[in-house]
């Protein structure tokens, strides 16, 4: 009861303010790397709710940079916050925020898309995947170039429990560019409705919170952003591997504007192509004149479930299928060899 109370009560001492800090630090933004800062405690606050109670929480905040958002997550009286910063001007400016947050505070200098959180938290907090949420929170305010990769990435590990999910049903509250957030979270028959809508909804609950206009952040990107929060579902709604599942989805949303079985169509070698579609959707029970927009979670599982039977019936099938997919693992090669060129990640406090 004491500690609980402890944590409840927690404020961070007076400290000079992100705006000083930035000026104290010579932080200047850089635009090449899409830097946005969150200056207004107010807002960071609200992007904190978002996240629900924090208190006694283990939180993981991806891209920190001078700390506006930390602050907010320290104040929230959670138990651990491991933040993990690419640019390693601000790691001094955050070493004075975990000097004055004694012992809840962790620094990791590394990049967030090779990070290994399966590692950052003790297995104690883990939950069964069948249980409530285990009290981790991933929370961020990232570059968009690195925030929708990085979606697809942990959506990825939704589906197979790795990751941030090892620990169970963690929950994630990120920012996105507005367009991508309402993406993530239209539903059927709406214009925004694509391949990141069914990828992000047949894994997740996904509620999209608010929107901050571009003006609050310095410098004002062009675009507004969108608070999006995540919670994975004891069930996935499609049963098949992320990457069948993927790939029907990304050939169905390849022509948006024509009937939706004209993507499906790519999905099988030439000589049986038109037969095999034709088998795809009846197996599927589907209307081929709907738009891919106009299909439902539960019409993409039909289709899921029709291409991974067709896929066991038909070794040329899976030939092809297995071709394609070595082009796509040599594709995947070539881009962590890039990936790799970047720095290595160190705890620094
Ligand atoms: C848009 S700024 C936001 C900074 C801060 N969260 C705020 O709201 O004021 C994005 C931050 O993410 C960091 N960042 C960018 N890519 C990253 C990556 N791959 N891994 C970790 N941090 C990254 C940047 O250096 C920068 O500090």
Redo the contacts with the bound molecule.
Sequence with gaps: MAASHKLASFRLPPLPTVGELIKLYNLRAEKQ??????LDLKL?DKIVRQAGNLRGAHVCE?????G??TRSILNAGVADLLV????SR?IPGLKLLSEAAPGKLRIVH????TYRMDRAFSGKISKQWDEDPPNLHII????FS?STPLIIKWLEHVANKTGPFSYGRTQLTLTFQKEVAERLTASTGSRQRSRLSVMSQYLSTVHSCFTIPGRAFVPKPEVDVGVVHFTPLVQPQIQQPFKLVEKVVRNVFQFRRKHFYKGLEKLFPEASRVELTQEIIQRADIDPTLRSTQLTIPQFRALCDAYAHLCSQDSNLINYEYREELREINQERRKSKQLGRNKKTKTVA
């Design positions: 790397l899409s830097q946005n800062f969150l960071t991806v891209g920190p940079g001078p506006g958002l993990v910063e690419k640019d601000f590394g990049d967030i898309l961020g305010n990232l570059p690195v």
